[in-house]
């Protein structure tokens, strides 16, 4: 069994043959990466369900780092880098699942929930991040329209992909540009780099919550075409 999977080459990993369709920041970037990453744990023998729970641990310790560091332009490019590589970890447990044969419903569902538990958790650590500056400013009720949006655009993502769909980018200008504002890199990035001004993260807080619900209320209907 080991020795067909061996052939496997690099070239397959990096022309995202076991991508799944996406947004395009994810499919032209991520996914290549994620590629690259999963070959390289594919060679390890690691299992995906490791690759799984290091992004959740990395992300945990980003989103700490968010919370508690302090403003500037270097922190905010140690973050973006950071919140980028978990991305990509991401993007690589299930392009390593998919080649080496071992997908399966209780790996997909611990996916999410690693999605999940990070979905909950960066908006704390926003908030977190406001109420130590004693700015005077409740986010609580946009910390809570981000998670409720990014939440219900994962749990009818999952529920569509279940059913065989899948994202699909729009062949309309508009539309993709909409689709890569909404995708999870261009969040994690934005959010990093409004950080340096907070009133910036409180109104980015705000509208990515609106965004999300909006979206997933979309989605409930169809993906965008």
């Keep these: 069994m080991r020795k067909n999977i061996v052939q496997i080459p690099?070239?397959?990993?990096?022309?995202?043959?076991?991508?799944?369709?996406?947004?395009?920041p994810t499919w032209y970037i991520f996914q290549r990466l994620g590629g690259a990453v999963a070959f390289v744990a594919y060679k390890s023998r690691l299992s995906p369900n490791i690759?799984?729970?290091?992004?959740?641990?990395?992300?945990?310790?980003?989103?700490?780092?968010?919370?508690t560091l302090p403003l500037g332009m270097v922190e905010t490019i140690h973050l973006?880098?950071?919140f980028s590589?978990?991305?990509?970890?991401?993007?690589?447990?299930?392009?390593l699942a998919r080649a080496t044969g071992k997908t399966s419903k209780s790996g997909k569902w611990f996916d999410i929930g690693v999605d999940f538990y990070l979905i909950i958790l960066f908006p704390v650590g926003i908030s977190i991040f406001i109420k130590n500056l004693h700015i005077g400013t409740n986010i609580d009720w946009m910390v809570i329209g981000l998670i409720l949006g990014r939440s219900m655009v994962l749990i009818v993502s999952s529920l569509k992909r279940s059913d065989g769909k899948d994202h699909q980018p729009s062949s309309l200008f508009l539309k993709k540009i909409i689709q890569s504002i909404l995708d999870t890199p261009v969040f994690y990035i934005w959010m990093c780099c409004?950080?340096?001004?907070?009133?910036w993260?409180?109104?980015?807080?705000m509208i990515f919550g609106g965004l999300y619900i909006f979206e997933s209320i979309y989605l409930s209907r169809t993906f965008f075409k």
């Design 194 to 199: 409004s950080r340096i001004n907070p009133e």
């Design 80 to 82: 973006s880098m950071i």
């Design 10 to 24: 690099f070239k397959k990993f990096w022309d995202r043959s076991f991508a799944v369709s996406c947004f395009p």
């Design 51 to 67: 690759i799984t729970v290091l992004g959740g641990i990395i992300g945990s310790y980003a989103i700490w780092q968010f919370s």
């Design 201 to 205: 993260l409180i109104i980015s807080t």
């Design 85 to 95: 590589f978990v991305y990509i970890l991401d993007c690589t447990d299930g392009q």
